[in-house]
């Protein structure tokens, strides 16, 4: 199993190691001495020896690199970051969710497997693991284990529930992940579990909490503030300080992505933030998202027209980026808006507000004029 990986990553390279924040960034001369040590299994270099020392405690001194270390290779697609919603499905049920109906479908594991590894052609180096919940899913340790086995720094977004489980903490403690973002919905079993309309939800996320920390993993929370649990916030708070968890606090709502609106009414009036002007961002030209069959998109939200990886391949994302252009074209009322510039929302995202019939003011600055 490797301990380090040398990536590119958009136009640099990267000295990288599973389960780590920390990275080096070397020059491409040194990315392509690597390379051939690698292959030639020599040892590391005596130039790396210090570096590795300092920032990860690893001592290279008369190691082959083509023992611990994995070269990614240079890719013509350029696709540094990539999500993937393993499963739709979910053992919660919470009115705010972005995803409306929860449907249980997905790839078969080989086809998962092959989506893997069009992603690691496309270039992806981060890569996050969504759903629905994928801790469910039956395939996530196969599939989690296989990104770690093609060089991804892997990212896993969850709400918990599962985390606990011997058979995930041993998955996720052997092969390290590089962050577990976990939401949470409430500070007692009363407030948690009404929200989640799961009974018993509360404490089987405190346990997983508690088994993180166990395990030392690098959990970061999102606290969900809703009209039902907005008296709990600093609770919440609280909560993630006492497991030394870092987090951070979502309060506005988004339409599902079929444009229904139906998390809106969830949002807590009085804790609303207003949102930081849009100014633009790499999704469909750096980074893409796949639904559970494999169909890429910009991102999460806009969802249509997508590429169909499975039937294309990886020569299908070339025709992304001019998708990502067009659909942030401000079309259905938003052409020539004098405040365009300084707009809160991505074109995308508005389409779902205006298709949820949202108030204006929850999505636009010109509010009711």
């Not at 579990?193 to 089987?204: E, I, S, V």
């Not at 497991?243 to 606090?249: L, N, T, W």
């Not at 229904?260 to 009414?265: D, N, R, T, V, W």
């Not at 559970?292 to 027209?305: E, L, M, N, W, Y």
Request: charge should be positive; glycine fraction near 10%.
């Amino acid at each position: 199993m490797h301990e380090l990986i040398v990536a590119p990553f958009l136009t640099d390279f990267l000295v990288l190691r599973p389960g780590s924040t920390r990275g080096l960034k070397v020059p491409q001369h040194r990315y392509l001495e690597l390379q051939q040590a690698a292959r030639n299994r020599d040892p590391f270099p005596a130039w790396l020896h210090d570096p590795v020392r300092a920032q990860w405690g690893v001592d290279l001194t008369g190691r082959s690199a083509n023992d611990a270390l994995l070269v990614r290779e240079v890719s013509e697609y350029g696709y540094a970051r990539a999500s993937y919603e393993i499963n739709l499905g979910c053992d919660y049920d919470c009115p705010h969710c972005y995803l409306g109906q929860k449907k249980f479908e997905g790839l078969p594991l080989e086809k998962k497997a092959h989506l893997l590894d069009i992603m690691r052609t496309a270039g992806v180096v981060w890569l996050q693991i969504t759903g629905g919940e994928p801790l469910i899913d039956r395939h996530f340790a196969a599939v989690y284990a296989r990104a770690h086995e093609l060089g991804m720094m892997v990212a896993i977004s969850s709400n918990g529930s599962q985390l606990a489980k011997p058979m995930l903490l041993d998955c996720l403690t052997r092969r390290r992940p590089y962050r577990i973002t976990l939401s949470v919905y409430g500070a007692t079993a009363d407030t948690y579990d009404g929200f989640t309309r799961n009974r018993g939800a509360f404490n089987r996320f405190v346990r997983g909490l508690a088994a993180a920390r166990e395990a030392g993993l690098p959990v970061r929370l999102n606290i969900i503030v809703s009209d039902t649990n907005a008296h709990e916030l600093d609770a919440m708070k609280a909560l993630a300080d006492a497991h030394g968890f870092p987090h951070q606090v979502y309060t506005n709502m988004s339409p599902t992505i079929d444009g229904s609106g139906e998390p809106l009414p969830t949002q807590a009036a009085d804790y609303l933030r207003k949102r930081k002007p849009f100014t633009g961002c790499n999704a469909g030209h750096t980074f893409f998202h796949s639904d559970p069959f494999g169909r890429a998109s910009i991102c999460k939200v806009g969802r249509d027209p997508h590429v169909d990886l499975m039937r294309e391949g990886v020569e299908g994302l070339r025709r992304l980026g001019g998708i990502a252009d067009s659909l942030m074209l401000r079309t259905g009322g938003c052409e020539g808006c004098s405040l365009s510039g300084t707009c809160w929302t991505c074109r995308p995202l508005a389409k779902l507000y205006q298709e949820a019939k949202a108030q204006r003011e929850t999505y636009c600055q010109h509010g009711g004029r």
